[in-house]
T-cell receptor
């Protein structure tokens, strides 16, 4: 099965700084790479995703980069704001394969200090 | 459009009792997933329905857990009898197909005392 690791487990940054969270996975068949944000007491919500035929995707202040050879992908948040404080989960999966479900990392707790 | 809804939002039960969690997916979503997060650990997959059929139930921890999706609409997850280690947040998610975004419900926080 898929082994997923996220680093770091906690991250504290000053408002305006950048934050980078890395996710490594083991299943070379993984072809879908989403990042979920879970604010305290709320549901996980998809914030950005990338498929295996793309190396990078950007949406305003957030971006995801994928390195399929090394089997890792990263979440980049620039110009961080206090409302970015949350737990972020990566969830690589193999859509269309034997696993249609998402395998989540353990999460990274991001704290943005004003 | 209504999102994924879960009932109840919180449940506190005694060890040995039975609890039933309900999930109403987004209308038209054939795929329904159950996940849980216990003791601040990662969100773990429990099972996956495609319509009323169990596509993958490899994440179900033991036979005290029973999930159903009669008619392919809402789903229930029953825990009987509940144990202390079952405490956590149970999430339901749905997606139109296996290749599209999964939308999560707010979760049910289960506390077994």
């Amino acid at each position: 099965g898929e082994n997923v690791e996220q680093h770091p487990s906690t991250l504290s940054v000053q408002e305006g700084d950048s934050a980078v969270i890395k996710c490594t996975y083991s299943d070379s068949a993984s072809n879908y790479f989403p990042w979920y944000k879970q604010e305290l007491g709320k549901r996980p919500q998809l914030i950005i995703d990338i498929r295996s035929n793309v190396g990078e995707k950007k949406d305003q202040r957030i971006a995801v980069t994928l390195n399929k050879t090394a089997k890792h992908f990263s979440l980049h948040i620039t110009e961080t704001q206090p409302e970015d404080s949350a737990v972020y989960f990566c969830a690589p999966s193999n859509y269309g394969g034997s696993q249609g479900n998402l395998i989540f990392g353990k999460g990274t707790k991001l704290s943005v200090k004003p | 459009e209504a999102g994924v809804t879960q009932f109840p939002s919180h449940s506190v039960i005694e060890k040995g009792q039975t609890v039933t969690l309900r999930c109403d997916p987004i209308s038209g979503h054939d795929n329904l997933y159950w996940y849980r997060r216990v003791m601040g650990k990662e969100i773990k997959f429990l099972l996956h329905f495609v319509k009323e059929s169990k596509q993958d139930e490899s994440g179900m921890p033991n036979n005290r857990f029973l999930a159903e999706r009669t008619g392919g609409t809402y789903s229930t997850l029953k825990v009987q009898p509940a144990e202390l280690e079952d405490s956590g947040v149970y999430f339901c998610a749905s997606s139109l197909t296996e290749n599209t975004e999964a939308f999560f419900g707010q979760g049910t926080r289960l506390t077994v005392v």
